[in-house]
């Protein structure tokens, strides 16, 4: 039997799952405990879970192919494992709410994300719940939204200036040559559940396809801002060794730059996805 205890953290999504170490290998009974508490919460919290890059892999790779992002350094001997180091030399740059590589034609499943090194304060991530948002909608607004496509862009959240003049500039020019605008619904249905949730993002997406520039940028920042409603989010204040897991495709999330110029070091494992449709 399973030990595992999950308690929900807020109406719109979030849980605590405790009674389990992630350090060893994942039985099957609890990787099905996992999987459904993340499709019924969308976002989940592991404390006191000191991985090491291998293990934190391991786990992520049971839910799991895993990607490795074209721009951002990793852990050398685990490419899996994405390492998200700002200070006041290298600054975010995803200062916004986003939806992780929406910019590729199969977006990420979820995310593992492990806090490795942490500011004396700050540094509090918040999620936010697609499907909640979607739910609120008028049903005129659903009606219109979900005839509509949007294009998503490698260079909004990564442009040229930041690398250019860097040695990291032809990985750069490698990665936006590899990765040319791609498009998904407005509204997007889980592969799971069913439930519909809005799929745009601030982060990645430049504009929808099916309108004048003027009524797209209008509808846009219209979505972004009612995405981030406190009715639909989560805020997190990360301690040593804490560990989220969420559903990317029915979330978004916003990594809140208030610590520096102190550092935040945190280890991202991205698990791919499905096209969305």
């Known amino acids: 039997m399973s ?33 459904d508490a993340l499709l019924k919460h969308q976002l989940l919290f592991f404390e006191n879970q000191a991985l090491t890059p291998r293990q934190q892999r391991d786990f992520a790779a049971r839910f799991g192919e895993l990607h490795v992002h074209p721009v951002y350094p990793n852990v050398p001997e685990q490419p899996e494992i994405m390492v998200l180091d700002t200070h006041a030399d290298n600054l975010p740059d995803n200062d916004n709410w986003h ?25 509090d991530t918040l999620w936010s719940s697609s499907t909640a948002a979607y739910d609120a909608l008028s049903e005129p607004i659903k009606a219109l939204l979900c005839g509509l496509t ?32 791609v498009v998904h619904p407005v509204v997007r249905t889980h592969p799971v559940t069913g439930r519909k949730g809005l799929f745009v993002n601030e982060g990645f997406t430049s504009r929808i396809r099916e309108l004048s520039q003027k009524e797209s940028d209008a509808l846009l920042t219209f979505l972004f801002a009612h995405a981030a409603r406190p009715e639909f989010t989560l805020r997190w204040r ?28 945190m280890h991202r494992a991205t698990i791919l996805g499905d096209r969305p449709f």
């Open 238 to 265: 990360w301690k040593p060794h804490d560990l989220a897991f969420w559903d990317n495709r029915v979330t978004q999330h916003y990594a809140v730059a208030d610590y520096l110029p102190a550092r935040r070091i």
């Open 3 to 35: 030990n595992i205890h999950i308690q929900t953290l807020s109406p719109a999504l979030g849980a605590l799952v405790s009674g389990v170490d992630l350090g060893q290998p994942l039985h099957d009974e609890d990787r099905r405990t996992i999987h």
């Open 150 to 181: 949007a294009e998503h862009e490698f260079t909004r959240s990564f442009p040229e200036h930041r690398s250019k003049n860097t040695p990291h500039y032809d990985r750069w020019r490698r990665a936006r040559d590899d990765h040319p605008a």
């Open 99 to 123: 939806t992780d590589v929406t910019f590729i034609e199969a977006p990420p499943l979820g995310a593992v994300l492990s806090a490795r090194e942490l500011p004396p304060v700050g540094g």
